[in-house]
């Protein structure tokens, strides 16, 4: 069935360096691709999202780039800092058993460590 | 968290009890969704509603039960004929149908979460 995939499933990093969170998706035909924060014992939150007519977006410390062809986005943050520490979920909206949905991958728990 | 609300926010339950989970959402939102989120695991659709009066079966809908009875409410039951209902369930809308047609107009996919609930099959 078609799926997203997520790595790494964790990730921990010093405060201030980068972090990258990468995903690819199986359905080509898929244009919509969401990036959720899930704090603990909260709903997620929709931080940024991008659609398949651009490559790339930006929103302050945090970027998603999409590569079509390749079929995988990225979540880039910089300048992470401690409260960026959460789960991250990245997203597909495509076609799969008969109907249109969100499929999500596993997650990534990201540690930012002062 | 939005508009979404969801309660309670923990939930027992003994084995054998249906127990019923609320989702209220006060944006206006023609779509709503149950999802179920297990430790390392992304979010499975157990149930979703387009529209007042409509709901389909998601990948994982067996033992779940759902009504859209208002625009603003989508409760999910958990009956007992679910093998292993312990898990934290979201709730979820968003402005339009899935799959509203051209797929370009993504301002209709973008699902906004409740806070979840926690259930504990004891």
């Known amino acids: 069935g078609e799926n997203v995939e997520q790595h790494p499933s964790t990730l921990s990093v010093q405060e201030g360096d980068s972090a990258v969170i990468k995903c690819t998706y199986s359905?080509?035909?898929?244009?919509?691709f969401p990036w959720y924060k899930q704090e603990l014992g909260k709903g997620p939150q929709l931080i940024i999202d991008?659609?398949?007519?651009?490559g790339e977006k930006k929103d302050q410390r945090i970027a998603v780039t999409l590569n079509k062809t390749a079929k995988h986005f990225s979540l880039h943050i910089t300048e992470t800092q401690p409260e960026d520490s959460a789960v991250y979920f990245c997203?597909?909206?495509?076609?799969?058993?008969?109907?249109?949905?969100?499929?999500f991958g596993a997650g990534t728990r990201l540690a930012v460590h002062p | 968290d939005g508009g979404i609300t969801q309660s309670p926010k923990y939930l027992f339950r003994k084995e054998g009890q249906n127990v019923t989970l609320s989702c209220e959402q006060n944006?206006?939102?023609?779509?709503m969704y149950w999802y179920r989120q297990d430790p390392g695991q992304g979010l499975r659709l157990i149930y979703y509603?387009?529209?007042?009066?409509?709901?389909q079966k998601g990948d994982i809908a067996e033992g779940y039960s759902v009504s859209r009875e208002k625009k603003e409410s989508f409760p999910l039951t958990v009956t007992s004929a679910q093998k292993n209902p312990t898990a934290f369930y979201l709730c979820?809308?968003?402005?339009?149908?899935?799959?509203?047609?051209?797929?370009?107009?993504?301002?209709?996919?973008?699902?906004?979460f409740g806070p979840g609930t926690r259930l504990t099959v004891l």
């Open positions: 979820a809308s968003s402005k339009g149908p899935a799959g509203l047609a051209g797929g370009y107009l993504s301002s209709y996919n973008e699902q906004f």
């Open positions: 359905d080509s035909a898929s244009n919509y």
């Open positions: 991008i659609r398949s007519n651009v």
């Open positions: 997203a597909a909206f495509m076609f799969s058993g008969g109907y249109n949905k969100l499929i």
């Open positions: 944006l206006n939102h023609d779509a």
């Open positions: 509603s387009q529209i007042v009066n409509d709901f």
